[in-house]
């Protein structure tokens, strides 16, 4: 089974930097696109960054000039380094991958999401 596992997250003062990572595990044949979406308490899931398997990249207004998503292919990882963080931007922050894997004799092309990550931005 595939799975996405995310790791980085914390406490930071506001304008500190964190990483968040993410990497997908399984049988994975290729990956479409990777990103990360984050959820405040009370408001719905959000788009931060994509990456596609060829390295174009997508923000959100909120995360341009702020944040950088990146990725290692050969070892099938994400990245979010996160940079002036303002108190706004806390929220648990979650992976996600639509990929192709293998199993079962079979290709399978599906969504996956991590179990998320809290980062909180505070004095």
């Known amino acids: 089974q595939v799975q996405l596992e995310e790791s980085g997250g914390g406490l930071v003062q506001p304008e500190g930097s964190l990483r968040l990572s993410c990497a997908a595990s399984?049988?994975?044949?290729?990956?479409?696109?990777m990103g990360w979406y984050r959820q405040a308490p009370g408001k719905q899931r959000e788009l931060v960054a994509t990456?596609?398997?060829?390295?174009?990249?997508n923000y959100a207004e909120s995360a341009k000039g702020r944040f950088t998503i990146s990725s290692d292919n050969a070892k099938n990882t994400v990245y979010l380094q996160m940079n002036s963080l303002k108190p706004e931007d806390t929220a648990v922050y979650y992976c996600?991958?639509?990929?192709?894997?293998?199993?079962?004799?079979?290709?399978?092309?599906?969504?996956?999401w991590g179990q998320g990550t809290q980062v909180t931005v505070s004095t």
């Open positions: 399984g049988t994975i044949v290729s990956i479409n696109v």
């Open positions: 996600s991958a639509r990929l192709t894997d293998y199993r079962n004799s079979r290709y399978y092309i599906g969504d996956y």
């Open positions: 990456i596609t398997g060829g390295g174009s990249t």
